[in-house]
């Protein structure tokens, strides 16, 4: 079965730039959006964005100033930059695939393990 | 942006009971783009319920979700001991945009 695993540093100085890599495994990243969302310690879930294998994105306007998002379908993976990093930015990161059939959204179905990056000088 | 809201905060109960969890929206919803979550501590979260009220694969059928508009259930029907858990509510918007509930955690009364 498809699985996913998110990989990157786990500490990141502030004002830099954290980097994530989600590689898809045992099946295919195209015709899949592809979402990354993460969640503080304690907290609940945010949602970053996502990218399609078409290279579109969308992404929380709360974030869009900082985020970039990118595919690579011959390695089955895609990434997750995010720009001057604070500690509010501290948090498990997950990555995520979205099946969707023309308009009909499947949920969020298959979830990497999460990697934590902690932002720390 | 829509805001969604869970209540309770915080559901205690024992093993066998019904637990019925709510999510509502700010704005008006498509049931087709609301689903529910179990987190687990250490655990990603696992997709329950799509579509308001389709059970994801392999998902037991005491789990069941109902509502529409802004007002949506997620109803768990004899608690059983791995369904200690916190439940998230996710919906996606017209801007393309995801966002989820700040969760119910069901714990053991």
């Known amino acids: 079965q498809v699985q996913l695993q998110e990989s990157g540093p786990g500490l990141v100085k502030p004002s830099e730039t954290l980097s994530l890599t989600c590689t898809v495994s045992?099946?295919?990243?195209?015709?899949?959006?592809w979402s990354w969302i993460r969640q503080p310690a304690g907290k609940g879930l945010e949602w970053i964005g996502r990218?399609?294998?078409?290279?579109?994105?969308n992404y929380n306007p709360s974030l869009k100033s900082r985020v970039t998002m990118s595919v690579d379908t011959s390695k089955n993976q895609f990434s997750l930059k995010l720009s001057s990093v604070t500690a509010a930015d501290t948090a498990v990161y997950y990555c995520?695939?979205?099946?969707?059939?023309?308009?009909?959204?499947?949920?969020?179905?298959?979830w990497g393990q999460g990697t934590t990056v902690t932002v720390s000088s | 942006e829509i805001v969604l809201t869970q209540s309770p905060g915080t559901l205690s109960l024992s093993p066998g009971e019904r637990a019925t969890l709510s999510c509502r929206a700010s704005?008006?919803?498509?049931?087709?783009?609301l689903a529910w979550y179990q987190q687990k501590p250490g655990q990603a979260p696992r997709l329950l319920i799509y579509?308001?009220?389709s059970r994801a694969t392999g998902i037991p059928d005491r789990f069941s979700g109902s509502g529409s508009g802004t007002d949506f259930t997620l109803t768990i029907s004899r608690l059983e001991p791995e369904d200690f858990a916190v439940y998230y509510c996710?919906?996606?918007?017209?801007?393309?945009?995801?966002?989820f509930g700040p969760g119910t955690k069901v714990d053991i009364k």
């Open positions: 995520a695939r979205e099946p969707w059939v023309i308009t009909t959204f499947y949920g969020m179905d298959v």
């Open positions: 045992g099946g295919s990243i195209s015709s899949y959006y």
């Open positions: 990218i399609y294998t078409s290279g579109s994105t």
């Open positions: 704005q008006s919803v498509s049931s087709s783009y």
């Open positions: 579509g308001a009220s």
């Open positions: 996710q919906q996606y918007g017209s801007s393309s945009i995801f966002t």
